[in-house]
């Protein structure tokens, strides 16, 4: 601890040095960690916080963060003092903090008993049109009744989730994944948390295997891939090591890919897939690509939860999957002379296969899939450009580019409606409105808007009569569309919904929704 302190740098305005350490220890460190990596309260490393504008950072410091435990300073330190915290934790921790097996296996938190509580759910609603809401503006998890829309339990969640939250296949347990490494499974049916355990520093993502046996994290610190059973208790973890042993990768995702029953992982630094499978009858891997320990024997590695590699020319980290999983489409970041950065991999050949037709920065993540004049398309917005690209699945060209208002995050459908929604929310002048698309035609039909705020992520009931948005606001709301008439049917309040998860879309893998 001391080694961290020692070497905060000195230029921290007014406050001299050891006072910003001293402060730090008197009012933070005993929620955030001696070292700042979190404790009751967030992780303040310049990782985790690479989203939170140091204004805000100041805000939250002075005034406190409403609905949580975070109480404001204001009054006890002076505006130096203050300035001078809120500089302090966007400096790194030196050396760089470790997140060793030890230390996730001592994370691990259990609510005694669980195993005994009902196993049916403990309220009544359809537990299959369940919508998991999730509120950035406060973290706090909403459930919502998806006939009735209303609200049937709200809780806190862990500081900052992000991506989706993935379910067990019966849909009673939910697994969410926070960006400074926390992972929670929650009963859905007893409204209760089951464990939490702490994969890594700065984490990803997570996916749930589709048998719900296997949890896995990606971490971008340290760099590593966290194994978990269905209870949270640490299996193993995988460096994210090249072949030849000389460098590390920060993990940029993984993601379940249920028909070949493995998990498949995007690499930020290295220019390779990994493919993790869980079958415990998985063949070993015989080839080349492998480094492992047992191949300098000269044996096989092990099929079943083995790291089988594909090398590509360039690191993917955005990733979209055929329907049935034989094809990974990935992204790479933009290339400067606006040549297409999307590219088709073949997961059973192990190589590239096709370049995409798609330049700028495809948000593949994002993308659905849909029938379209007798060939299976994939669609997919991008963050630099207002346009969806439309992209046969056997051709693997492009179909269609339709205009858009302005550069999106997310697109979304759902097998029942001949229409696909797409948000806006990169472009300042459109942030506000919500595009519909024909599926037929390829061609807009309609908008809603929010004037003046931002409008996105869609998410369908679980018969795709209805479309649910987010007023993505810290006074914001869930607003409730009828999907064919695109009219509003019920606004509920909420704080920054940023993101909404239906329980059967989700685990019948819609092909209009994320997996
Ligand atoms: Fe996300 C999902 C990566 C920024 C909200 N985001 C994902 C996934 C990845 C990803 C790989 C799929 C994983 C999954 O669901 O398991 N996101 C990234 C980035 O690389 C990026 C651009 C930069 C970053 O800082 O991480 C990024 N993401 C954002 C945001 O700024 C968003 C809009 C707000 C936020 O809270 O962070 C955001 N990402 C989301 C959401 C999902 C998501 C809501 C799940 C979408 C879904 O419907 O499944």
Known sequence: ????????????????????????????????????????????????????????????????????????????LSEAELKALGEWIYTPVSPAPRWADADIRTSRVETAGWKDWPAKPQWRADPMNLFIVVEGGDHHVSLLDGDKFEVIHRFPSRFALHGGPKFTPDGRYVFFGSRDGWITKFDLWNLKTVAEVRAGINMR????????????????????????????NLVKTYEARTQDGARTSRVSAVYDAEPRKSFVIALKDIAEIWEISYDRQAPPIYDGFVHDYKMAEGLPKDGFLGVRRTPLA?????????????YALGASRPHDDGSPSGQVVNLDARRKIATLPIAGMPHLGSGITFDHGGRRVMASPNLKDGRISVIDMQTWQLVKDIETPGPGFFMRSHEATPYAWVDSMMSPKAKDTLTILDKRTLAPVAQVREPGKTLAH???????????????????????????TFKEVKRLPMKKPVGKYNVFNKITRSEGTSH
């Open 205 to 232: 993502n997570i996916a749930v295997s589709g048998d719900g046996q296997w949890v896995m994290a990606a971490n971008y610190l340290p760099h590593t891939l966290a194994l978990f059973d269905a209870d949270l």
């Open 458 to 484: 869609i998410e369908f009931t679980k018969d795709g009569r209805y479309a649910l948005a987010s007023v993505w606001e810290n006074d914001g709301a869930l607003v409730v569309y009828d999907a064919s």
């Open 314 to 326: 360039e690191p993917l980290d955005d990733f979209f999957f055929s329907p049935n999983y034989a």
């Open 1 to 76: 601890m001391a080694s961290a302190w020692a070497q905060a740098p000195a230029s921290l305005g007014a406050a001299p040095q050891r006072t910003v350490t001293q402060l730090y220890q008197q009012h933070c460190a005993a929620c955030h960690g001696e070292q700042r990596l979190g404790g009751m309260g967030p992780a303040l490393l310049p990782e985790s916080l690479a989203r939170l504008k140091k204004p805000e950072a100041l805000a939250v410091i002075r005034d406190g963060r409403p609905a949580t435990q975070m109480a404001g300073f204001g009054a006890q």
